[in-house]
């Protein structure tokens, strides 16, 4: 990036997006904060950090030297991202809200907003890069690959990649840590969030419940024998060990127990014994609701793929889209599949997009 912009900066109130805004204003761009407040149903609630990541976000701004705004964009969130959540929890399936979270608030609502304060573009703390080639702006891993959130990223379009930067891509976590010392910042050492955005740290199944309706049923293996009861299909994940409850149920083989598959006509919940339970393991999945970072889908060819943030790549073919869906097929069986959650598409370092996982 040649010459002064200006640059709008996502401000969380958290480590990443501080020294983002620092590094930029060192390199001498003119550098505008906005704090998006997404949320504001229980503000006051324990669990709630906006007030105190809002308080951290304007400590930041003021060391770094640069004016910060506080936006409400819960209206956007509720509309565009929760209800969403909300639906597919009712579903029966397992969504990522962080996904759409990006492509629909912080690289459209909030870009839009950026945009009418004149920005050239925006930033945000995200452990991604960006390439441009032959006019087409590539989406790629961050260097630090235990950090990478390209994963998140991935139902950005050409038009958002355009505007966007991700300053830390280059940079690992530990020296971005460093950064932050050294500048004097006040999140230096603050706990990176962890969990989706709305929900924090509060127990979610007391979150879900103020706004869905329990309705438990039965707990079974696959040949239909009851093992135990469920609270409401919305609170299990396939993969999901811990909180069954019935670990006075094993039989013989001592193996602890997995959810493997829901039956939502009957509302049981299917449960099996063994990590590597056959089950659980998929060699080919179909998504649905594609979206492609380079404005098309790509050729049907070997890549590889993750169906889960912070898994290894694992390799697989993809096939031809049709009807708007498409499908993988892995070189190795993948465990727990599930559906609602994103398999993302890369070829090497380039994210080329994905689907949701049906």
Not at 83 to 105: H, M, Q, W
Not at 167 to 189: F, H
Request: aromatic fraction near 10%; charged fraction near 25%.
């Amino acid at each position: 990036m040649t010459g002064k912009k200006r640059i709008v900066v996502g401000m969380s109130g958290g480590v990443d997006s501080s020294v983002t805004a620092w590094l930029l204003k060192q390199q001498g761009h003119e550098v505008i904060g906005v704090f998006m407040q997404n949320w504001e149903d229980d503000n006051d609630d324990e669990f709630c950090s906006i007030k105190q990541d809002a308080l951290d976000a304007m400590s930041v701004a003021d060391i770094v030297g640069i004016d910060m705004e506080i936006v409400n964009f819960a209206k956007e969130y509720k509309d565009r991202v929760f209800s969403y959540f909300l639906k597919e929890y009712s579903a029966g399936r397992t969504p990522n809200p962080d996904v759409l979270c990006n492509a629909e608030i912080k690289f459209k609502a909030f870009l839009d907003y950026a945009m009418e304060l004149g920005a050239d573009c925006i930033a945000t703390g995200h452990y991604a890069r960006k390439l441009e080639r032959d006019g087409r702006h590539y989406l790629m891993k961050g260097v630090d690959e235990t950090k990478d959130q390209s994963y998140f990223l991935y139902r950005l379009q050409q038009s958002q990649l355009a505007k966007a930067l991700f300053p830390l891509g280059d940079i690992r976590k530990s020296e971005v840590r460093r950064l932050a010392e050294q500048a004097g910042l006040p999140t230096a050492a603050k706990k990176d969030s962890t969990g989706i955005c709305f929900i924090g740290e509060r127990p979610f199944r007391e979150f879900l419940k103020r706004y869905l309706p329990t309705s438990p049923g039965e707990m079974v293996t696959p040949d239909g024998k009851r093992v135990g009861e469920h609270e409401g299909l919305m609170y299990y994940t396939l993969g999901q060990r811990k909180g069954l409850n019935i670990g006075g149920s094993k039989d013989s083989n001592g193996e602890p127990w997995f959810v493997a598959g829901k039956d939502i006509p009957a509302n049981r919940l299917i449960v099996v014994q063994g990590h590597d339970h056959p089950l659980l393991l998929k060699k080919t999945l179909t998504m649905a609701d594609l979206s492609w970072t380079l404005d098309g889908a790509p050729e049907a060819r070997d890549y590889q793929a993750k169906t889960r943030y912070r898994m290894a790549d694992a390799a697989c073919a993809l096939s031809p889209v049709i009807d708007g869906q498409a499908t993988l097929a892995f070189s190795q069986a993948q465990w727990a599949v599930t559906p609602g959650q994103s398999a993302v598409l890369y070829d090497g370092d380039i994210c080329l997009g994905g689907g949701i996982i049906m």
